[in-house]
């Protein structure tokens, strides 16, 4: 089974401050890792993935992500967040072992509150 | 540049109803899903399809059905509509093949039943 932790219900940071909202994961093998933004009354927007390759993940928006494969971590990261990035968060996770296998877990989401 | 089309957007039902939430996408893509979103949960696979003719469950299957007779078209059907189905529903689509792995998803059904 494959599963997804955000540890946080909310993170609240001042504008222009660092933001980081953590994920860790649990899969068989290799994961497929995601981000994905929901706004008020939205769906959910991509904003970055990791396959393979570089840890370190650049996606939209300024968004990056780390993957440490020792803490099974994927933590986002802004070095500067905006008021417009408050907004809820989701971590998504599948095993890379099946090509046909395209089921996403997601975690409980994370919401972002940038305060002026 | 439709992308994931749900409609309708709010439904509010009575314990017992049936409905049908419809879901189209416009980009050819071979991999369609439905979720549900409750607070705290995150979002749960309910069905899923991964090709016309082709369905198949999620983790939390019971109480819906679906068919995928066209790549465009993936309609979710309550059959019987209890209060415990109260939530927003999303369909998602993604690209066939293990490198195409973005989901994209609609705007979402609020679904209410009293």
Redesign the interface.
């Known amino acids: 089974a494959q599963s997804?932790a955000q540890p946080e219900?909310q993170v609240n940071v001042a504008e222009g401050n660092p933001l980081t909202v953590k994920c860790t994961y649990s899969v068989s093998g290799n994961p497929?890792l995601?981000w994905?933004v929901q706004y008020p009354?939205?769906?959910?927007?991509?904003l970055l993935?990791y396959?393979t390759g570089d840890n370190l993940v650049k996606g939209s928006y300024g968004f990056e992500a780390e993957f440490n494969k020792s803490q099974t971590s994927f933590h986002l990261k802004k070095p500067s967040a905006l008021v417009s990035d408050s907004a809820l968060y989701?971590c998504a996770v599948?095993a890379?072992r099946r090509?046909?296998d395209?089921?996403?877990s997601?975690?409980?989401?994370t919401t972002v509150t940038v305060r002026a | 540049n439709a992308g994931?089309t749900q409609t309708p957007k709010f439904q509010v039902l009575k314990t017992g109803q049936s409905m049908t939430l419809q879901c189209a996408q416009d980009m050819n893509h071979e991999?369609m899903?439905w979720?549900r979103q409750d607070p705290?949960?995150?979002?749960?696979?309910i069905h899923?399809s991964?090709g016309a003719g082709i369905t198949d469950q999620?983790e939390v299957p019971n109480g819906y059905n679906v068919s995928r007779s066209t790549t465009e078209d993936f309609p979710l059907r309550l059959l019987s509509a209890a209060p415990s189905q109260t939530s927003v529903y999303?369909c998602?689509s993604?690209a066939g093949?293990?490198?195409t792995?973005?989901?994209?998803?609609?705007?979402?059904t609020r679904l209410s039943v009293l």
């Open positions: 997804v219900d497929y995601f994905y009354n939205r769906g959910l927007q991509f993935k396959i989701f599948r890379q090509s046909n395209y089921k996403l997601f975690g409980a989401g | 994931v991999y899903s979720y705290g949960m995150g979002l749960r696979l899923y991964v999620g999303f998602a993604k093949g293990p490198f792995n973005i989901q994209y998803f609609g705007a979402g």
